[in-house]
């Protein structure tokens, strides 16, 4: 899946891809375009356990 967050203020982008993220179903993979880097994203990822590459 495939997530363009590009032109959305905070905290859109973040809630965005979020809720993308718990409709993936096991072994799929979520790429997010945004504008700056997510900083406060990468935090909660780490607390839920999710791998990331930026």
């Known amino acids: 899946m495939i997530l363009d967050n590009r032109g959305l203020e905070p905290p859109q982008p973040m809630m965005r891809t979020l809720t993308a993220l718990a409709k993936l179903k096991k072994g799929e993979a979520l790429k997010i375009i945004n504008d700056r880097r ?17």
């Open 38 to 54: 997510p900083m406060f994203l990468f935090e909660q990822l780490d607390d839920l356990g999710y791998t990331y590459q930026t």
